[in-house]
C-alpha cells in the first residue's frame, strides 16, 4: 500500500463502491478508498433504524453496470430493507474485490491542494496523509446527522438516539416511554415499527407530511424472473426518464381528466403503491391547481384512516404541495396512530423548549420519556463535504466558498478546487433522482475524464467561473419552472438546519436533460472546464 496515489475516494457506498471499480479495473489507476465506517454500505451502514427500507423499488435500486451481477443477485422484496440492501453491497464489494482498496474506520479530516505540485493532501483522524492527483468525494447527499440543538440534552436520564447513527446492536423499545421527534422520511418509516413494543410512543411533529402507502410485500418467482428478463428495457426506462426510476410519468394532465376518472386513478395508484403515486399525472409538479388534487385526496385518505378527528386533522394539515419535498411512502404510518399507546403532539403550535432530565418539555407541558430518537434528518448535501477542512488553491476553505451556499459546475467541481470532483453534489439531480442511476452516470463521466486528460497529457481540469454562474443560473431556472420551492421548510433548501443558507441546492430539470448536457459538454471538448498540461 503506498500513500502515494493517482486518485483517492472519500467514501464506500454505492458511489464510492463503483468509483472505484471505474479507476482501478478500467483504468488501472492507483487508487485508495477511504472510509470513516467499519464496513461498505454508505448511507445504509450507519442507517439502521427501525423500518429503515429504501424507496426505490429493488429491481431499480441497484448498479446496472454489469448483466452478470444482475442476473446473480436476487431481491426478497419489492422495497429491500436496510439488512438486505447491506448484503447485496458487500456482494458487490466480494464479487469485484474492492475491499483490498478501501481503508475502513478511517474518517477524513482534511485535504488541501498544493498547486506547485498539483496534489492533494489528505489527512485522516489518526494523523495519516495521503497524497494523490485526483480527488473524489463520494460522502453521499444524506450522511451528516442533524441533531438539534435543543437545552437539557445533556442532562436527559435516559438513552437518545438519532436515526442516522443508530447502534448496531440494535435498541430495545420493549416496555419503555420513547418521545421521537420529526415525522418526514425517517420518522414515517420508523414510527409504526417502534409502536409495536415500546409501552407508549410521543410522536413530536412540527411539520405534517403526505405519505403513501408502500404495500411492500415478497417478490413473487414471477416477479423475479420478469426483472431479470427485462433488465435492457428497465435500464432503457431510468436512463430515458426525469427521476431515474423503472416507471414512465404518465403524459396525462390532472386537469384534463375527468373528476370520476381522475379519483379512479389516484385510488388504483394508491392501491398499486409506492413512488409510482406521483406520476399519476404529469403535471403534478408544475401545476398548483393540478397538485391539489393529489394533496387532497392524500388529505381525505389521512382523515379516513385516523380515527380521532383531532389526530387526524393535524396529520393532514399539510402546508406545502405534494412532492414538493421528499415524498414518503410508508407501512401502516397513519394506521399507526389508531392505536392506544401512540400521542401525537403538536410542536408547530406549542414548540419544544428544552429537554427535561425526565422527558420532553413543550410550552404545553412535559412528556416523560425514557428515550428519544431525533428522526430529525441531515445537513444534506453540502454538510456531507463542509465538515472535512477542505482547502482549494491558495489554502481557501470550501466553506469559505459555499458561504452564501454551494456554488459549482454540473453539481461535479469547484472553482477554485483543481482535479476535486464531487459524485451526485448540489447542483446535480442527485435527491430528486434515484440514486444509483445518478452515481453510475457521475462515476463513469468522471472517469471518462480522467481518461480523456491522460490521453492528452493533461493534468489539471477546474471549473471556470462563468460556467459555474451560468450553471448556478440554470440550476434555479430548473427549479423555479416546478413546484419545488414552495416547500420552504424543506432540507432541499436547507431549511431544516439554522443558520444555513436558503438555496434550491439539486437541479431539478431532470436526469435524463442532465445526462444530455453532460455528454454535449463533453464533446464540445469539456467546454466550462479549463484543462491544462
Not at 451502514?45 to 435500486?61: K, Q, T, V
Not at 437518545?160 to 423499545?173: A, K
Not at 417502534?194 to 413530536?204: E, R
Amino acid at each position: 500500500m503506498t500513500n502515494d496515489l493517482d486518485a483517492i475516494v472519500i467514501g464506500a457506498g454505492f458511489a464510492g463502491l463503483y468509483q472505484l471499480l471505474c479507476l482501478r479495473d478500467r483504468l488501472g489507476l492507483s487508487v485508495q478508498v477511504l472510509e470513516a465506517g467499519e464496513g461498505v454500505g454508505g448511507t445504509w451502514y450507519w442507517n439502521r433504524y427501525p423500518g429503515a427500507r429504501c424507496d426505490s423499488e429493488s429491481h431499480g435500486y441497484c448498479y446496472s453496470f454489469s448483466e452478470e451481477l444482475q442476473q446473480e443477485w436476487e431481491w426478497s422484496e419489492r422495497y429491500p430493507g436496510q439488512p438486505e440492501i447491506m448484503r447485496y453491497l458487500n456482494h458487490v464489494a466480494d464479487k469485484f474485490d474492492l475491499k483490498r482498496s478501501i481503508r475502513f474506520d478511517t474518517r477524513v479530516v482534511g485535504a488541501r491542494y498544493d498547486e506547485a505540485s498539483n496534489r492533494w493532501h489528505v489527512r485522516t483522524d489518526a494523523g495519516e496523509e495521503f497524497n494523490t492527483k485526483f480527488l473524489i468525494t463520494a460522502v453521499g447527499c444524506l450522511s451528516t446527522a442533524n441533531v438539534p440543538k435543543i437545552s437539557g440534552l445533556d442532562d436527559f436520564g435516559g438513552d437518545w438516539y438519532h436515526t442516522g447513527q443508530w447502534p448496531h446492536e440494535g435498541v430495545d423499545f420493549t416496555g419503555k416511554r420513547v418521545g421521537i421527534i420529526g415525522t418526514g422520511s425517517t420518522g414515517i418509516q420508523a414510527i409504526p415499527v417502534i409502536a409495536q413494543t415500546a409501552a407508549h410512543l410521543t410522536v413530536f411533529q412540527r411539520t405534517a407530511n403526505y405519505s403513501v402507502p408502500a404495500q411492500n410485500a415478497p417478490l413473487t418467482p414471477e416477479a423475479k424472473r420478469y426483472f431479470k428478463d427485462n433488465m435492457a428495457e428497465l435500464r432503457r426506462v431510468m436512463h430515458s426518464n426525469a427521476n431515474g426510476q423503472p416507471f414512465m410519468v404518465s403524459e396525462r394532465m390532472a386537469l384534463a381528466t375527468p373528476a370520476e376518472e381522475r379519483m379512479a386513478l389516484y385510488e388504483a395508484a394508491w392501491e398499486k403503491g409506492g413512488l409510482e403515486f406521483r406520476a399519476t399525472f404529469q403535471d403534478l409538479l408544475v401545476d398548483r391547481a393540478a397538485n391539489d388534487t393529489a394533496s387532497d385526496f392524500i388529505r381525505t385518505k389521512i382523515q379516513t384512516i385516523v380515527k380521532d378527528p383531532e389526530t387526524a386533522a393535524l396529520l393532514s394539515d399539510i402546508d406545502h404541495p405534494y412532492a414538493a419535498k421528499r415524498p414518503p411512502i410508508d407501512t401502516h404510518y397513519f394506521e399507526t396512530y389508531n392505536r392506544d399507546n401512540v400521542t401525537l403532539v403538536n410542536v408547530k403550535a406549542a414548540p419544544i423548549e428544552r429537554i427535561t432530565p425526565t422527558g420532553i418539555a413543550t410550552r404545553n407541558g412535559e412528556y416523560p420519556a425514557d428515550i428519544i430518537v431525533f428522526a430529525t434528518g441531515f445537513d444534506a448535501m453540502t454538510g456531507p463535504m463542509l465538515r472535512m477542512d477542505i482547502r482549494g488553491r491558495d489554502g481557501v476553505s470550501l466553506a469559505d466558498t459555499w458561504q452564501a451556499g454551494p456554488r459549482n459546475y454540473l453539481g461535479l467541481q469547484i472553482e477554485g478546487f483543481p482535479n476535486l470532483f464531487t459524485i451526485t453534489g448540489p447542483g446535480s439531480p442527485s435527491v430528486l433522482c434515484n440514486m444509483p442511476v445518478a452515481i453510475e452516470q457521475h462515476a463513469e463521466w468522471i472517469s471518462g475524464c480522467i481518461a480523456h486528460m491522460r490521453e492528452q497529457g493533461l493534468e489539471r481540469i477546474e471549473a471556470m467561473p462563468d460556467a459555474s454562474d451560468a450553471w448556478m443560473e440554470q440550476v434555479n431556472a430548473a427549479a423555479n419552472a416546478t413546484l419545488l420551492p414552495q416547500a420552504t421548510h424543506s432540507w432541499y433548501l436547507g431549511a431544516n438546519v439554522p443558520g444555513k443558507p436558503r438555496i434550491f441546492m439539486p437541479y431539478a430539470g431532470g436526469m435524463a436533460r442532465y445526462r444530455q448536457i453532460c455528454a454535449e459538454i463533453v464533446a464540445n471538448n469539456y467546454e466550462g472546464f479549463a484543462l491544462t498540461g
